[in-house]
């Protein structure tokens, strides 16, 4: 649909490892690229009528290592925007480029990864497997009007990373979503906050609170249990984060203010952050966006550093 979009979501972290080592990744599909500029000057330039989702995809992949006593975490980032020509999809299948997730016989799924990072080209070639040990079936809307849709598709997941290009081989806890609206996320929110927690007993602990562009706010605070039930919980407080280095405004709903234990990702309209809770210990990948910082021209000129876009005629790869 012309300036749609949908997005499939992928996050985890590592088990203990040997050398002490933790890691992390993000993964995100996206079919009409939210955080496109060329999507973004398509639609001004021709309207949603001739901006269709298809011609801008992109598999955005983020990898990310913390050596035993290291302050911080080293960063691989790959997101280059490819067109309609080289989009495949089918139920159980989507191929953007010569990347590709696909659903196997045995539940799981199974993600191909062959992309180059931005702006320092290097290589990541490797394959990434999940299996969800909780599918709860449900989807939410974010806004009023329904024409935004969030379904966690498996809160808790078991994640294998085995890449050659970097040499990274681990194992972790993970997470699953989706996301797709009908209209441009810009116009009708602000800003959110999301976040994911998993408790013992394979429970999981979810967060979403979003800013709508004319003002409302609505936030969901769920509770998934091991058998994947969903129930809604009440609201905890506001809990102010510090900014980040880009001034990005962060916060989150807690019984008191968590620990920052880092920032995974810092840009001028995101920021992607590792919480603590200090009542109960829970582990907590957190995010914040701002639409509004998003569509500011200065943001949009520096983005085609880190997203370029690879032209349908220069092939797949």
Known sequence: MPGAYAWWYVDALSDP???????????????????????AW???????????????????????????????????????????????????????????????????LQITIDEWTAPWPRRLRGR??????QLPGQAFALD?????LWQPISPRARVTLDFDQPGWHWQGDGYLDAN???????????????????????????LYEV???????RALALDVDAGGHIRA???????????????LARSTRAGRPPALLATLESGP??????LRDTGDGALAVHESLSLRRFGQPWVQALLPFRMPRRPDWAGRR
Do not use: K
């Not at 009023?144 to 935004?148: D, L």
């Not at 602000?190 to 429970?203: E, F, I, T, V």
């Not at 309209?269 to 590792?274: A, G, P, V």
């Open 144 to 148: 009023a009007a329904g024409r935004h």
């Open 211 to 217: 800013q709508a562009a004319d003002g409302a706010g």
């Open 42 to 108: 398509a639609r001004r330039r021709r309207g949603d009528a001739g901006a269709p989702a298809e011609a801008h995809c992109a598999v955005n992949l983020s990898l990310y290592r913390r050596p035993r006593d290291a302050a911080g975490f080293q960063r691989l980032w790959a997101m280059t925007e490819r067109g309609a020509a080289q989009l495949r999809r089918s139920a159980a299948q989507l191929q953007i480029g010569p990347s590709h997730l696909a659903w196997q016989g045995d539940g799981s």
């Open 128 to 133: 990434i497997g999940l299996l969800p040990q």
């Open 180 to 206: 797709h609206g009908t209209r441009p996320l810009a116009r009708d929110f602000d800003s959110w906050q999301w976040s994911r927690s998993a408790l013992p007993g394979q429970r999981s602990r979810l």
């Open 17 to 39: 490892q040997p050398d002490g080592s933790v890691h992390a990744l993000t993964l995100i599909a996206f079919v009409g690229s939210v955080f496109s500029p060329y999507y």
């Open 233 to 247: 919980r009440p609201l905890p407080p506001c809990q102010a984060l510090p900014a980040t280095a880009w001034g």
């Open 269 to 274: 309209f995101y920021s992607r952050s590792l």
